[in-house]
Structure formats: structure tokens, C-alpha cells
């Protein structure tokens, strides 16, 4: 059977893999496994913004994938960007394989407030949530609640919920039982 990716771009605390995996596993009933850490591509780092090129480690996580994977999670503590944004929390393709996370503006100590683990644990589970479901095809959901929301700022983040909505929830488990099936 197809499997679940998940890969370290650059070092990623260890206490953050539990939180991510009983996150997909709960979502996606598929083999997850772990990757050894790839290492973040000169190429992204944008020198004059101090921030990485989303796309550019997105196309490192395509590179050498294994070849039974149907997702690639890539998760980095490293601030992400692409052109005409100032910051992403992840980015992912549509229906595609590849998605990448990023923890940097879910700790607190980003906004210069002690860290706090239970909060940085549900960041991290939504913000997961939010890209691999854009991998499963669905887009921005208008219920603000929905984990598939679109969330500009960190606020946004914390106001919605660690759950999909009942549609995004329901047209999920379809593209995955598609998946699981065989289909
Ligand atoms: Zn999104
Ligand atoms: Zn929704």
C-alpha cells in the first residue's frame, strides 16, 4: 500500500513527530513513516527577506521520494515565503503529493511570548491538517471554524478549529477512501 511521508527539512524538535503523526494517523489511514532529514537547499534562502523559498523546498521534498509515496510532508522550523507573500504557515499542491509546514510562526517565542507547548501542539495540528487536505484536493473553506480556512495571521490560527467541517470532512474521506482503495 501507498504511504504517507513525513520529512525534516533542517532540524525539527523531536517532541513535534508524535504531535504530527497521531494527527495524519487519525485522518489518513495509511503507512506513515519518517525520513531521515534532508537538508534545507542553499538555493532557497533568500538572503535580502532572511526567509526560505517555499518552492524551492518543495522541490527538494520531489526529489528522490519513495516510490510508494502518496504524500510528502515536508515540516521545517525555518520561516517560509514565496514572492508576492510576506510569511506562509505551509504551502502544499492541489491534488498533489507534495506539502511542506512550517513551525517557525506557531511557537510563541515568534511574537516574543514564552513558549507554550499545548498551544504549539494544536498550531501544528491544524496548520497539518490545512495542507495535506489541500493535497487531497480541497481548497479554502468559508466556515472559519474549518481547519481548512484560510489563516493570514496567527490569530486566525488559533480562532479555528483542530477539525475538518462536515463537507471538507466528508469530501476528504472520499478522495481518501478512493486512495485506500485502490481506485
Ligand atoms: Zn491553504
Ligand atoms: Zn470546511
Given at each position: 500500500m501507498s504511504a504517507l511521508y513525513l520529512v525534516p527539512v533542517g532540524s525539527v524538535p523531536e517532541n513535534t513527530w508524535a504531535w504530527i503523526e497521531n494527527a495524519v494517523s487519525e485522518w489518513f489511514p495509511l503507512p506513515i513513516r519518517r525520513l531521515a532529514p534532508v537538508a534545507i537547499p542553499e538555493r532557497a534562502y533568500d538572503a535580502r527577506r532572511g526567509q526560505y523559498q517555499s518552492v524551492e523546498i518543495m522541490k527538494t521534498l520531489a526529489q528522490d521520494t519513495p516510490g510508494d509515496a502518496t504524500r510528502i510532508l515536508g515540516?521545517?522550523?525555518?520561516?517560509?515565503?514565496i514572492p508576492m507573500l510576506s510569511f506562509l504557515f505551509g504551502q502544499a499542491?492541489?491534488?498533489?503529493?507534495?506539502?511542506?509546514?512550517?513551525?517557525?510562526?506557531?511557537?510563541?517565542?515568534?511574537?516574543g511570548l514564552p513558549?507554550?507547548?499545548?498551544?504549539?501542539?494544536?498550531?501544528?495540528?491544524?496548520?497539518?491538517?490545512?495542507?495535506?487536505?489541500?493535497?487531497?484536493?480541497?481548497?479554502?473553506?468559508?466556515?472559519?471554524?474549518?481547519?481548512?480556512?484560510?489563516?493570514?495571521?496567527?490569530?486566525?490560527?488559533?480562532?479555528?478549529?483542530?477539525?475538518?467541517?462536515?463537507?471538507?470532512?466528508l469530501q476528504l474521506a472520499e478522495q481518501v477512501a478512493s486512495l485506500v482503495g485502490g481506485v
Open positions: 515540516v521545517t522550523d525555518v520561516d517560509l515565503a499542491q492541489l491534488n498533489g503529493r507534495i506539502a511542506v509546514v512550517s513551525l517557525c510562526r506557531l511557537h510563541q517565542e515568534f511574537y513558549a507554550e507547548d499545548d498551544l504549539l501542539r494544536e498550531r501544528i495540528v491544524k496548520e497539518v491538517l490545512h495542507e495535506m487536505g489541500h493535497t487531497f484536493g480541497l481548497v479554502h473553506c468559508r466556515d472559519q471554524k474549518c481547519v481548512m480556512s484560510l489563516a493570514t495571521h496567527i490569530g486566525l490560527v488559533d480562532s479555528k478549529s483542530q477539525q475538518y467541517c462536515s463537507p471538507c470532512g
